[in-house]
């Protein structure tokens, strides 16, 4: 698209496959290169040592990435029993050491099974959250890692799908289903701390991101060979709900103006939906607030 002669990027959503050794940022900066705005941002931050799913929003749909970054999550991992690192994952430092050769694959997935459902669960020290106005990782690394308090999350599916013996190691391969806001370096270090021996994560790859998996993402090298979006009205479209307006309700939620809530009603499903014109384009994300559709978010002028 073009505007007096300026080039004017696309909005829309950008599936990659994140390479291990690069952190989120560093995508966000790559992608700001090819798209050539720096209205760029993520949905749900990968740690370096991962790979696979990042959701990247372009322009307007930079707007819908809070809202993505809440749905559920999918991975693949590895996890090591038998050893404990300071950080609970491979980058870290060995803290603590037992032999987990005398586990039984019956007690290995009981123990998973345990830690799945609705649980607390204490975020890793080496982590992003803010502990007054620092990062838990920075203060971690100078010595002082915070005390985090427990949160409340979902795993719906924690499966062990197959057992390494390495002498008093054991390298087990999970599948995680769970909700956002779940460490699975802490299910990691949860799971070895419920066996006696310790653990950590060694590997891990996120597969899904609500409804975007492994198979639709692109890597790099492809993105920089052919850069494409999943335009604005797609991404929404396959993100949220769909609820269709009139022309007059979208004028109404284009100024920001609330609906009667039966239009939310008789959308099935949960969460925000998103509004389209009835020309197809994406008017505002909607929620149901007090009996009425209030807009999140208006994406036209």
């Known amino acids: 698209m073009t505007t007096a002669g300026r080039q004017v990027p696309i909005s829309g959503l950008v599936i990659v496959d994140k390479p291990s050794g690069r952190t989120s940022h560093d995508v966000v900066a ?5 798209a050539g705005t720096r209205r760029v941002g993520h949905a749900g931050t990968l740690d370096p ?15 819908l990435l809070g809202h993505l970054a ?18 609970d994952d491979g980058d870290g430092v060995t803290i603590a050491e037992a032999s987990a050769a005398g586990i039984t694959d019956a007690a290995l997935g009981a123990a998973a099974t345990a830690l799945t459902g609705e649980i607390e669960q204490v975020p890793p020290g080496f982590s992003a959250i803010k502990v007054g106005g620092k990062r838990a990782y920075r203060l971690a690394r100078q010595g002082a890692p915070p005390d985090l308090a427990a949160r409340n999350v979902t795993v719906r599916s924690f499966t062990v799908e197959a057992v390494h013996r390495l002498g008093d190691l054991l390298d087990a391969d999970v599948m ?25 994560l060694t590997a891990l790859r996120r597969t899904r991101v609500g409804p975007y998996e492994i ?7 492809q993105l920089a060979a052919a850069f494409t979006v999943v335009p604005l009205d797609q991404a929404a ?11 007059q309700d979208a004028r109404l ?22 509004a389209f014109a009835p020309d197809g384009s994406l008017v505002a994300l909607l929620t149901q607030e007090a009996g009425q559709a209030r807009p999140l978010a208006v994406f036209v002028p």
């Not at 790559?30 to 090819?34: A, E, G, K, S, T």
């Open 49 to 63: 040592m991962a790979t696979g799913v990042l959701v990247i929003g372009v322009e307007k749909a930079t707007r």
């Open 176 to 200: 995680v289903t769970c909700s956002s806001g779940t460490y699975i370096r802490a299910l990691a270090r949860d799971l070895g701390t419920s066996l006696g021996v310790g653990g950590h």
């Open 215 to 221: 198979g639709q993402a692109r890597t790099m090298e």
């Open 30 to 34: 790559q992608i700001r290169r090819l």
């Open 237 to 247: 479209a396959e993100a949220f709900r769909p609820v269709h307006l009139t022309a």
């Open 253 to 274: 939620v284009a100024h920001g103006r609330r609906l009667p809530g039966a239009v939310l009603e008789a959308v099935p499903g949960t969460g925000p939906a998103a």
């Open 70 to 87: 809440l749905t559920e999550k999918e991975y693949s991992a590895t996890i090591r029993l038998g050893q404990a690192t300071d950080t």
